[in-house]
Every structure is written in structure tokens, then in C-alpha cells.
């Protein structure tokens, strides 16, 4: 049983001065709590994006008189850009670009990618 103690606190110690090492070897210029604070600031952006994709396409499947289904909805950093292969109407293009840019997060919306009928 000593023996085990003694092979087990000798584990131990191996372990937290391996641990220590990499640790130190993987140390940045910057300090963890920054780093950690700018990669939950990346998965929030990532979030919002994907939720305004989602609102915006859902919105436009939704509306009479919109392909909803044909347009492309991409967001990123809350730019929203509309696109299609199929042409649209100037007016199907201007109640898509109105209907992005109501929902909440959106700071901007290109339509470029429409094609115009």
C-alpha cells in the first residue's frame, strides 16, 4: 500500500509539472480572460448571424408575392445579402430588402445578388 502512495505522489507530481510545462508553452501575449472574452465575442456574432439568416428567410417564405424559397439569405456581422437565380421583380426585390432590413441585428442589406427580371 506504501508503495502505491508513494508511486501515486510521484504520478502526481510528474503530472502537474508536465501540465505546467505546456502550459507555459502555450502562453500568449495576451492575457486568458481577453482571449476568452473575444472568442465568446466570435460565437455570439456566429449566433446572432445564423439567427437573422434564419428570421429573414423564414420571413420571406412567409410572404405572399416573394419566391421566399428561391432567395439566398447570407449574414455576416450583421450584413444581410439577398440572392437568387431565379429573377425577380425591382418590387419583389424592394419588399425582400424592406423585409431584411426589419429584423432585429441587421445593419445593412445587399441585394446585388437578385436578379432582375
Do not use: H, Y
Not at 508503495?3 to 510545462?21: D, G, R
Not at 501575449?29 to 449566433?47: I, R
Not at 420571406?60 to 431565379?86: A, F, R, W, Y
Not at 425591382?90 to 419588399?95: D, V
Amino acid at each position: 500500500m506504501k508503495k502505491f502512495a508513494i508511486a501515486a505522489a510521484t504520478a502526481t507530481a510528474l503530472t502537474l509539472t508536465m501540465a505546467n510545462a505546456a502550459f507555459a508553452a502555450q502562453a500568449t501575449n495576451q492575457a486568458p480572460m481577453v482571449v476568452a472574452a473575444g472568442e465568446v465575442t466570435k460565437a455570439k456574432e456566429a449566433t446572432s448571424d445564423t439567427w437573422i439568416t434564419t428570421k429573414v428567410k423564414a420571413d420571406l417564405v412567409t410572404e405572399k408575392g416573394i419566391p421566399g424559397t428561391d432567395i439566398k439569405v447570407e449574414t455576416n456581422k450583421g450584413v444581410v445579402s439577398l440572392s437568387s437565380m431565379v429573377p425577380v421583380t425591382e418590387a419583389q426585390k424592394t419588399t425582400a430588402v424592406a423585409i431584411a432590413k426589419k429584423i432585429k441585428g441587421v445593419k445593412a442589406v445587399s441585394a446585388d445578388g437578385l436578379k432582375a427580371e
